[in-house]
């Protein structure tokens, strides 16, 4: 089956300590991307990834940091989380870009306190 | 600044009744556009998209969406809603960026 995986799904933490969210698609998708979704402001993009080893800041990308070092994974790392990274966040990934669909992931629900 | 925005934050619709999204883009060419369905605690799921051509395009569910470009817009529709529709429906927007709107809230009441 087709699909984008995030690990963990919801995850508690307190400020400072680093976590990585994990995300992995099994559709040899070039594109991957990172989203954060707050309510009132829609899905804002962290990261975006054109393929392995090629990545570029988002929309938001202060706080964040990702790595693709394989074509399928596209983990998110917060090295020092804050209360304000406190949010949902969606993983996605598509055959390319202008006009491509996005398949999401599940989401992973972050609480920083 | 490319922008999409939809102007209403939540509709509240009878079953069966009929239903209307508004989205509206600021980009300086015509992009490509999609709407997203979330449902509570799941990710995105693609409706439809448009790419050119006919202004009027089907989707899944039972939804079609209306592209104008003298009022850049591209509006989503249903003709008969269902319980099931209840979730939140986002329009977005690209060309080398993709953007997203704010979301429109849908609850459907008996």
């Known amino acids: 089956e087709a699909q984008v995986t995030q690990n963990p799904r919801y995850l508690i933490t307190v400020t400072g300590k680093k976590l990585t969210v994990t995300c992995s698609q099994n559709?040899?998708?070039?594109?991957m991307s990172w989203y954060r979704q707050d309510p009132g402001l829609g899905l804002r993009q962290i990261y975006y990834s054109m393929n392995v080893e090629v990545t570029d800041k988002g929309d938001v990308p202060e706080g964040y940091k990702v790595s693709r070092k394989e074509k399928r994974n596209f983990p998110l790392i917060l090295e020092s989380p804050s209360p304000n990274q406190t949010s949902l966040y969606f993983c996605?990934?598509?055959?390319?870009?202008?006009?491509?669909?996005?398949?999401f992931g599940p989401g992973t629900r972050l609480t920083v306190t | 600044a490319q922008s999409v925005t939809q102007p209403d934050i939540h509709i509240t619709v009878s079953e069966g009744a009929s239903l209307e999204l508004r989205c509206n883009y600021s980009y300086g060419a015509t992009p490509y556009l999609f709407w997203y369905v979330q449902s509570p605690g799941q990710g995105l799921q693609l409706l439809l998209k448009?790419?050119?051509?006919?202004?009027l395009v089907q989707g899944i569910k039972g939804f079609e969406a209306e592209f104008k470009r003298s009022q850049s817009s591209f509006n989503l529709r249903k003709p008969s809603v269902h319980w099931s529709d209840a979730a939140e429906y986002f329009c977005?927007?690209?060309?080398?960026?993709?953007?997203f709107g704010a979301g429109t809230t849908v609850t459907v009441r008996a």
């Open positions: 977005a927007a690209n060309d080398y960026k993709l953007s």
């Open positions: 996605a990934s598509s055959q390319g870009l202008a006009g491509y669909e996005q398949y």
């Open positions: 559709m040899n998708h070039e594109y």
């Open positions: 448009y790419f050119s051509g006919d202004t």
